[in-house]
């Protein structure tokens, strides 16, 4: 082998040198570039008590951390309820939610104090160490090799007397589930409830419904016989009240003083006939029938009965009569009964109007009438209207004429009061003159039995229909008194209002009945009536009608036979439910649902939540 290489040879070396030199840089630079493109997920790991955060790289996942219970996880500030992402500059802090040793309670009466004890040592808490993962749930444990604080009689004392627990302080108890916690809660301290006293009482010894208000004897009406409406002798006790009893304080665990409920007491004021003892027994001193009125007050008297033998017709005129009124025959065409008590009819009543601030009951037959009931009867009462109607316009009047006499008195001019109520009337209130013939006229109509009661105001009524009169002799000093008689004459309507009332009656037929009690329909049933109740409706009788009409009630309408050949639809509706024995057709409406029945249904009870899967709210589908 020569020792000799040529300047070509060598030249050929170094090609291939350089070749393999660039051959190798290639791979390298393609090594690396595989390196550097690699991509990986961020990861959470947990090492002696600290959380580490690690991003990820080209692209990869960030990292989500959540907290088994009892640990809580905080992240920048915000403690989270659902894995979260982080990253290496999130701020995690973690904490324990662990209930303390124990917790002193009191109850939403402050009559009790309660002590729960849920240890009996506390221990600290580490992180459980975890590897690197990419969605880390943090856990930790207990350590009980160390004790960091211990349950002990003197910091719970001291806690209560923080919170100024004092009354009735039970120190055994708490030693006690110190030494055998049962971790339930303890009653430590007790108040005293207060004695809760009793509300006045009120007995009534009379009813205040009609039942069976005449007797039949061989299957005819005991005209004679009425003793079965409530009544009462001089003497009879007819209500007692009881007293209201206060009752005692007492104290809660802080020491606070806790008072009774307050008792209600009942003010009972005897009116006619009545006597109230100085033991509040309420004694009759005539004969006739109890009756109680008033919301806030009690009033008792004793209603006089006027009674009419025969009919009520053109003969005996219209009867205003300020107690009850027993009618032993018909009410006949275009009459009216205005009643401040109760009105019984043995017969029938035709094209009359009866109103009544008590009850009502009708034996015969009702037919073109209006009956009004409790406070329709003195909503409906002329002399309660009128008066009231007279009251509203001369409080205008009166103001108008003051204002007059202030301008005219400016300019030193002397003028009657009369004079210009006068001007007044005439140009402004001159409807005044009908309304006041109108109460003249019921004034007229009143029963002799209680007439002179409204004898001023009948004297004030008739001045006002002569104007030279009104010019002369009426002065502000008399117009305020006459303001004064017609508002007595409206109050005394007002105040005869009964609340628990009834309309009694067998049939009707083309007729208005309205009762802020119960209406009761004993027999035969009704046909093209409108019946409006605050109460119930009640059909007695299996084969009782109901067709044609309009029933309206405040609570229940139980009907029998609804609907038929009238040819007119009949609605009932009712505030609770509506209770049909057969409904051929027409509309039932609860609660503010109705249904309306084109086939005969039978036994059915119709309330808000039966009613109401099937029906719309009234109104919609008409």
């Known amino acids: 082998m020569s020792d000799h290489i040529s300047e070509q040879e060598i030249i050929k070396l170094l090609k291939k040198l350089d070749q393999g030199l660039q051959k190798r840089e290639n791979n390298s630079l393609f090594l690396e570039t595989e390196i550097n493109e690699k991509t990986e997920d961020g990861f959470i790991k947990v090492e002696q008590g600290k959380i580490f955060v690690v991003n990820p790289t080209n692209g990869g996942a960030f990292p989500t951390i959540i907290a088994e219970y009892p640990v809580k996880i905080h992240v920048d500030g915000k403690e989270i309820e659902k894995p979260i992402q982080v990253t290496t500059e999130s701020i995690i802090d973690w904490s324990i939610d662990e209930k303390p040793l124990y917790e002193i309670t009191v109850s939403e009466d402050k009559l009790e104090s309660y002590l729960t004890i849920y240890a009996k040592v506390r221990h600290p808490w580490q992180l459980n160490d975890k590897p690197p993962s990419v969605n880390q749930i943090i856990t930790a444990k207990e350590d009980k090799s160390i004790i960091i604080e211990t349950l002990n009689l003197q910091d719970i004392l001291s806690t209560i007397d923080s919170m100024n627990i004092k009354m009735n302080l039970d120190v055994v108890a708490i030693q006690r589930e110190i030494l055998q916690p049962t971790y339930k809660p303890v009653v430590i301290a007790r108040g005293k409830a207060p004695e809760q006293g009793q509300d006045a009482k009120l007995d009534l010894y009379f009813s205040q419904h009609i039942e069976h208000f005449f007797l039949e004897v061989r299957g005819k009406v005991d005209f004679k016989n009425h003793l079965n409406i409530p009544s009462a002798r001089r003497g009879d006790i007819i209500a007692k009240k009881t007293p209201p009893q206060e009752g005692q304080a007492g104290y809660d665990v802080f020491g606070n003083v806790v008072p009774?409920?307050?008792?209600?007491?009942?003010?009972?004021?005897?009116?006619?006939?009545?006597?109230?003892?100085?033991?509040?027994?309420?004694?009759?001193?005539?004969?006739?029938?109890?009756?109680?009125?008033?919301?806030?007050?009690?009033?008792?008297?004793?209603?006089?009965?006027?009674?009419?033998?025969?009919?009520?017709?053109?003969?005996?005129?219209?009867?205003?009569?300020?107690?009850?009124?027993?009618?032993?025959?018909?009410?006949?065409?275009?009459?009216?009964?205005?009643?401040?008590?109760?009105?019984?009819?043995?017969?029938?009543?035709?094209?009359?109007?009866?109103?009544?601030?008590?009850?009502?009951?009708?034996?015969?037959?009702?037919?073109?009438?209006?009956?009004?009931?409790?406070y329709f009867g003195m909503l409906y009462n002329r002399l309660y209207n009128s008066a009231k109607q007279l009251l509203e316009y001369f409080e205008k009047m009166m103001e108008s004429t003051k204002l007059l006499l202030s301008e005219i008195n400016k300019k030193k001019i002397q003028i009657r009061y009369g004079q210009i109520l006068l001007l007044v009337i005439e140009n402004k209130y001159r409807q005044v003159w009908d309304i006041i013939k109108e109460l003249l006229g019921v004034i007229g109509s009143v029963q002799n039995y209680n007439k002179n009661d409204l004898q001023q105001l009948k004297d004030y009524l008739e001045l006002f229909l002569q104007p030279t009169k009104i010019v002369e002799g009426m002065t502000a000093p008399k117009m305020e008194d006459f303001m004064r008689a017609l508002k007595e004459a409206y109050m005394r309507v007002a105040l005869s209002q009964e609340s628990n009332v009834q309309i009694n009656i067998n049939q009707a037929q083309n007729s208005t009945l309205k009762s802020n009690g119960d209406i009761l329909i004993r027999k035969e049933g009704v046909i093209q009536c409108d019946l409006y109740s605050a109460g119930n409706i009640i059909f007695f009788l299996d084969d009782s009608v109901c067709r044609g009409s309009k029933l309206e009630a405040g609570d229940t309408i139980s009907a029998m036979n609804v609907g038929g050949i009238t040819g007119v639809g009949t609605s009932l509706k009712a505030t609770k439910k509506v209770i049909v024995k057969k409904m051929f057709e027409g509309r039932v409406i609860v609660d503010g649902y109705s249904v309306d029945i084109f086939e005969p249904v039978e036994n059915r009870i119709f309330d808000r939540n039966g009613i109401s899967q099937v029906a719309l709210k009234e109104g919609d589908s008409d």
Request: glycine share 12%; aromatic share 8%.
């Open 260 to 374: 009774p409920d307050p008792v209600r007491d009942i003010r009972i004021i005897g009116k006619d006939n009545v006597e109230i003892t100085s033991d509040f027994s309420v004694v009759a001193q005539k004969e006739g029938r109890p009756r109680i009125t008033g919301n806030q007050i009690k009033y008792f008297e004793i209603n006089t009965a006027f009674i009419v033998p025969g009919n009520v017709d053109i003969h005996t005129g219209n009867i205003v009569f300020s107690g009850d009124v027993i009618v032993y025959g018909d009410v006949l065409d275009n009459m009216i009964i205005e009643s401040l008590g109760n009105i019984y009819v043995t017969g029938s009543v035709f094209n009359s109007t009866l109103t009544a601030t008590g009850s009502i009951a009708i034996i015969g037959n009702i037919i073109g009438s209006n009956l009004y009931s409790g």
